[in-house]
């Protein structure tokens, strides 16, 4: 965890950026958190309360919520290269404002589709704001290590607020008390943003004039081609974040409702909904440092294969237990890819164009959300829930031998 002088005096590393590192781990916990509050209530709200059978209308609020992130994301990056970090991270929470309430008391389902594309654009600007700040801040290094650090507090908020809402639920009802923890967390957040994290766009500047190839004026389309299809490891990166985060979709849409249709009470639900993100966010503390010295690409290659057998055993599954090791086995494999196809990005994308790199993946990466969403959704209001379980399971096999023909190593072990 050396730190790195720069010739302007800025100092980058962890270490030397402790205390701001921290303080962006909290931020990103309370991300996480306004996403968790979903987990568990809102697959059951649109089924008991708003009375939608058919499985693809009642994605669409993933569907809304997927498709508004992945397009922030692209602009996130671009809006903090040109405006600084710190802008677009307030500004992120300053749109989430009316969510909670809408979720908690919106009347027709059409307020929670909003309430969703709202999410998304809180999502976009904050999550990724929060990564491209910790890179900036650790330099070249400690990537791996960052990225397990912010994605692990970010998910561990998503499982813990999961399992918060669903015994919350339990005893009091589908709404509004679930959301009012989403409210506790927006105003946390929005005061922390404002007067506590600090603009991280100079360390971004001072390890590229530290660079030894110094960057060329690249345009944004220019960086997306790149990113998305000219260079083999973030191609291969972009697809797989693409096919992980179909998975969550499946997860966070496909699963309550099979849990429930085999008799499973909303607590139980809510278990398993908090176990994977649980596991996932938990294990990439280690995955992203275990990065950082083993390399990157054979742990996504094993990572996207263990979600595939995990997809295939909820498919096969019918009793608790069995779920539970399942969501254990997709935790894992999440655990294992997730940072470390962040820290792919940190790698090969050059300082001075870095954050709208990591935009450009996150539009991929999170398009998943809106392809799994209806990709599940059709599968299962035509074939039955079974069945788009087993596809996306070979889809995300099909993702993982992806990533082990075209990737190439980023960090190798030194």
Do not use: C
């Not at 309430?115 to 904050?126: D, E, K, P, R, W």
């Not at 849409?253 to 849990?259: D, N, S, T, V």
């Amino acid at each position: 965890m050396t730190a790195t002088a720069t010739p302007g005096g800025i100092r980058l590393g962890l270490r030397a950026n402790l205390a701001q590192f921290t303080l962006l781990v909290a931020v990103n916990a309370l991300v996480g958190g306004m996403l968790g509050q979903e987990r568990t209530v809102l697959p059951l709200l649109a089924d008991d309360v708003f009375h939608l059978s058919a499985y693809t209308a009642a994605l669409t609020y993933i569907l809304a919520f997927g498709a508004t992130k992945a397009i922030t994301n692209f602009f996130a990056g671009a809006l903090s290269d040109r405006y600084g970090r710190k802008p677009v991270l307030i500004a992120g929470w300053l749109i989430a404002v009316p969510v909670p309430a809408m979720l908690a008391w919106g009347p027709s389902w059409g307020w929670i589709i909003a309430a969703n594309i709202l999410l998304g654009v809180n999502q976009g600007l904050t999550w990724s704001t929060t990564v491209v700040m910790k890179i900036d801040l650790v330099g070249p290094e400690r990537r791996g290590l960052a990225m397990g650090f912010n994605e692990a507090a970010g998910y561990v908020a998503v499982a813990a607020t999961a399992m918060a809402t669903g015994a919350i639920a339990e005893h009091a009802g589908l709404r509004p008390e679930p959301f009012l923890l989403g409210a506790a967390y927006l105003v946390l957040a929005l005061g922390l943003s404002t007067f506590a994290v600090r603009e991280t766009r100079d360390y971004a500047r001072a390890e590229a004039a530290q660079h030894p190839v110094q960057a060329t004026d690249v345009t944004t389309v220019e960086i997306a081609r790149f990113t998305s299809f000219t260079d083999k490891a973030l191609s291969a990166a972009s697809q797989a974040g693409m096919v992980n985060n179909l998975n969550d979709a499946l997860a966070w849409g496909i699963f309550p409702l099979l849990f429930a249709v085999h008799g499973l009470s909303v607590a139980q639900i809510g278990v398993l909904a908090a176990l994977y993100p649980a596991v996932w966010g938990a294990g990439q503390m280690l995955t992203g440092w275990w990065s950082d010295h083993v390399g990157r690409k054979h742990l996504i290659t094993a990572g996207m294969l263990l979600q595939a057998a995990a997809i295939a055993l909820v498919a096969g599954a019918t009793t608790f237990p069995a779920w539970a090791g399942a969501q254990i086995l997709l935790g894992i494999g999440t655990a294992l890819v997730y940072p470390t196809l962040l820290a792919v990005i940190g790698d090969v994308a050059h300082p001075a164009w870095r954050a709208r790199a990591v935009g450009v993946y996150r539009l991929w990466r999170d398009g998943g959300f809106a392809v799994g969403a209806l990709l599940a959704g059709i599968l299962a209001d035509a074939y039955g829930i079974t069945t788009a379980i087993w596809a996306v399971a070979a889809l995300t096999a099909a993702s993982g031998l992806t990533v082990a023909v075209r990737m190439y190593e980023t960090h190798p072990r030194r």
